[in-house]
DNA sequence: ATGACCGCTCTAAGCGGA
């Protein structure tokens, strides 16, 4: 199975990049985070005219989260929102099952500053989101947890951690509270497959970070154990952070072997 | 350089993003 993650700031103002890495890449599924609309005004119709449908958890101007399958494949058993997440009205996560895998796409808060509220909600968000898939490893079902998680899991996944000392994202309340979720039994894809590489997903729009190489790794996809056992393929398509109108995130492209692979 | 961009909305200047 392929698997894309990837936060468009926008589903309106990207639908033309999106259909263009569709038609390029063919995910079987894709995890979508800030679409920043509402649900009535979700393009399903462009979507399902380019072979997709999509189940959508929409919260207006911000954030907002969806699960697309392609022609084939059914988004089943759908659920919108985590239980007990601080702000539910913001729309932050949704699940579907895609082929007897549980599918997660979710957008993380921000936080905007350490020791904020908002920072507090973030790390409130954190423990819903460990104990919701500690219930989800319980239905024995493969798991993909994916999204923008805000969160760079380690140093070597900030462009200068000296810089980022007493902010948001590298914080260690914040990457603890990451390493409970994959202590659950989850495996982050890319850095499965490339322990030592950098490997940003996001980079500010100000004073041409992207072309200087200024980015983080922020944006997961993690695996329960026995997909990730199966992994053959976890890249991110930095061709979307360029070009006319992209996003600020790359889409992460993930793949899986479909049945355990035979040992030789 | 404590800046810089982008998308949103009460379509102006402000908010949020990370």
Do not use: C
């Not at 079987?28 to 997709?52: I, M």
């Not at 490893?137 to 993909?144: H, I, K, M």
């Not at 902010?167 to 989850?186: D, I, M, Q």
């Not at 041409?208 to 944006?219: M, N, T, V």
């Amino acid at each position: 199975m392929r698997l894309v993650t990837w936060n468009v700031n926008s589903l309106k103002v990207r639908l033309p990049r999106l259909l263009e890495f569709l038609d390029e890449h063919a995910p079987d599924v894709l995890a979508l985070q800030e679409t920043k609309t509402e649900a009535d005004a979700f393009p399903h119709a462009e979507l399902a005219a380019a072979g997709y449908r999509a189940v959508d958890h929409s919260g207006g101007r911000w954030a907002g989260v969806a699960l697309l399958a392609r022609d084939g494949l059914e988004l089943e058993a759908p659920q919108l929102g985590l239980p007990d997440e601080p702000t539910p009205e913001e729309a932050r996560w949704v699940e579907a099952t895609v082929d007897g895998v549980r599918l997660v796409s979710t957008y993380v808060p921000n936080g905007r500053e350490v020791d904020s509220p908002w920072y507090a909600q973030k790390l409130d968000f954190l423990a819903a989101a460990r104990r919701r898939v500690l219930a989800l490893r319980e239905t024995g079902a493969p798991l993909v947890l994916a999204g923008d998680m805000n969160v760079a899991p380690a140093d070597l996944d900030v462009y200068d951690p000296a810089a980022f000392v007493g902010s948001t994202h590298v914080t260690p309340a914040e990457r603890g509270a990451l390493a409970a979720l994959e202590e659950t039994g989850l495996v982050d894809a890319f850095r499965r497959l490339h322990p030592d590489e950098v490997g940003y997903t996001w980079w500010d729009y100000r004073a041409g970070h992207f072309h200087r190489g200024l980015g983080l790794r922020i944006d997961l996809a993690l695996l329960s154990t026995e997909l990730a056992d199966r992994l053959t393929r976890a890249g991110i398509e930095r061709p979307y952070r360029r070009g006319t109108k992209p996003s600020d995130h790359a889409p992460l492209v993930v793949e899986w072997a479909d049945r355990p692979q035979r040992s030789a």
